[in-house]
């Protein structure tokens, strides 16, 4: 990114889902407080207990993206939050009024990707705690900042983070897909109630995204080279045949789009499921 889209200068952006290295929301922080943004970095942190589903980010993720936040001379707050608790994430835009005075942009990021098989394997277990922290979880980040917004008045943006995968069911991600249709669709919803409050809520929607979802051990490229028969490499060079700008993106591609419409550039927008994906979506 060149340079910081306009408006953003003061502004406190919570981003949840935000510390693990090389992901999606550490480029968001990174972005916003290179804008003069005031950023809580949010994510399970602390709070992380075994799961069995996923590998959760350690908490000393969360402490590095604050002090990486803070030795680029930013602000920044980090709070640990299970989203898929209302009352966690009641507390994390309580943590960022306290610290900072209000709240101005609320970025619903986090998100997980588990059971990566096909659907009749899926468990019942397996396919819920998607939903809990994929959809529940962007329910309660919409639900508690919106409150926050109109209560301090002045409007402010809420963005969500679907996928392309939200756009067009993928196989082998039933309960991933789904969730991310959800969160479309309450994207939607939340436009319809809170424009009348000057709160835009969109949701962006990234392709292929060059992060350990797709390069660790339990990967996409090992999950589709398991089921087709072929090598990861190919599954890889068949993904990049189907990306028209013929490169995977990067988390700060996706951070480009959330700036953009937390910015005054974006204060037209609302109620969009935005692709950014270089072409391998197009509706």
């Given at each position: 990114?060149?340079s910081?889209?306009?408006?953003?200068?003061?502004?406190?952006?919570?981003?949840?889902?935000?510390?693990?290295?090389?992901?999606?929301?550490?480029?968001?922080?990174?972005?916003?407080?290179?804008?003069?943004?005031?950023?809580?970095?949010?994510?399970?942190?602390?709070?992380?207990?075994?799961?069995?589903?996923?590998?959760?980010?350690?908490a000393t993720?969360?402490?590095?993206?604050?002090?990486?936040i803070?030795?680029?001379?930013?602000?920044?707050?980090?709070?640990?939050?299970d989203?898929?608790?209302?009352?966690?994430?009641?507390?994390?835009?309580?943590?960022?009024?306290?610290?900072?005075?209000?709240?101005?942009?609320?970025?619903?990021?986090?998100?997980?990707?588990?059971?990566?098989?096909?659907?009749v394997?899926?468990?019942?277990?397996?396919?819920?705690?998607?939903?809990?922290?994929?959809?529940?979880?962007?329910?309660?980040?919409?639900?508690?900042a919106?409150?926050?917004?109109?209560?301090?008045?002045?409007?402010?943006?809420?963005?969500?983070?679907a996928?392309?995968?939200g756009?067009?069911?993928?196989?082998m991600?039933?309960?991933y897909?789904?969730?991310?249709?959800?969160v479309?669709g309450?994207?939607?919803?939340?436009?319809?109630?809170?424009g009348?409050?000057?709160?835009?809520?969109?949701?962006?929607?990234?392709g292929?995204?060059?992060?350990e979802?797709?390069?660790g051990?339990?990967?996409?490229?090992?999950?589709?080279?398991?089921?087709?028969?072929?090598?990861?490499?190919?599954?890889?060079?068949?993904?990049?045949?189907?990306?028209?700008?013929?490169?995977?993106q990067?988390p700060a591609?996706?951070a480009?789009?959330?700036?953009?419409l937390?910015?005054?550039?974006?204060?037209?927008?609302?109620?969009?499921?935005?692709?950014?994906?270089?072409g391998?979506?197009?509706h």
């Amino acid at each position: 990114m060149t340079s910081a889209p306009p408006g953003l200068d003061g502004k406190v952006v919570v981003v949840t889902g935000a510390s693990r290295a090389g992901g999606i929301g550490r480029a968001i922080c990174r972005q916003f407080a290179e804008a003069g943004a005031h950023v809580v970095v949010s994510d399970l942190g602390a709070r992380a207990t075994p799961d069995g589903h996923f590998e959760a980010p350690e908490a000393t993720e969360l402490e590095a993206c604050v002090a990486e936040i803070e030795a680029a001379g930013g602000q920044a707050i980090g709070v640990s939050c299970d989203v898929s608790d209302g009352d966690d994430v009641a507390a994390l835009v309580e943590a960022a009024v306290q610290r900072f005075g209000r709240l101005d942009v609320f970025v619903n990021n986090a998100g997980i990707a588990i059971e990566s098989v096909p659907l009749v394997e899926v468990s019942s277990a397996g396919f819920r705690k998607t939903q809990e922290v994929n959809l529940l979880g962007t329910f309660h980040g919409i639900k508690m900042a919106a409150r926050q917004m109109i209560s301090q008045g002045g409007g402010g943006r809420i963005i969500n983070t679907a996928s392309q995968a939200g756009k067009s069911g993928w196989p082998m991600l039933s309960a991933y897909s789904s969730s991310k249709f959800g969160v479309i669709g309450l994207t939607q919803v939340a436009a319809k109630e809170l424009g009348k409050h000057d709160i835009t809520v969109n949701a962006v929607c990234p392709g292929t995204v060059d992060t350990e979802l797709n390069n660790g051990p339990d990967g996409s490229w090992q999950m589709y080279a398991r089921e087709y028969g072929i090598t990861p490499e190919e599954v890889k060079e068949r993904t990049l045949a189907d990306i028209p700008l013929g490169r995977l993106q990067t988390p700060a591609d996706v951070a480009d789009l959330v700036t953009f419409l937390a910015s005054d550039a974006g204060g037209y927008i609302t109620g969009e499921a935005i692709n950014t994906t270089g072409g391998q979506e197009m509706h």
